[in-house]
């Protein structure tokens, strides 16, 4: 069993590899698409936004409803596949720590 202080020792190291993770996570670039490419959004495994691409073909008054919608679409395409890249990096870095029999991290 260990001691109160090697617990100790393991949350601190716990807490800094969580903090690196998270560090890491806005680094790891993810792209969400609609319209079968038409309109692309680059993101942070963060979920920042990093870009938007729209094609040229999608720029017509006409069209401004469906180009809303695409945006949209891709915004929220971008946004799963942040969250999934965040949760895949969270449960690598969780696997590789040691950690007492039970004890859940908070995620």
């Not at 698409?33 to 040229?56: C, F, P, W, Y």
Request: hydrophobic share 45%.
């Amino acid at each position: 069993m260990p001691s109160l202080e090697e617990i100790m020792q393991m949350a601190q190291n716990a807490q800094a590899e969580l903090q690196k993770a998270q560090d890491n996570l806005d680094k790891i670039e993810v792209e969400g698409q609609s319209g079968g490419g038409l309109v692309k959004i680059r993101a942070s495994a963060k979920g920042r936004i990093i870009g938007v691409s729209i094609d040229e073909s999608l720029l017509v008054p006409a069209e401004k409803t469906m180009v809303e919608d695409l945006i949209a679409a891709a915004l929220n395409d971008a946004r799963s596949k942040a969250d999934q890249a965040a949760a895949a990096e969270m449960q690598k870095m969780s696997s590789t720590l040691p950690m007492p029999p039970g004890f859940q991290m908070p995620f």
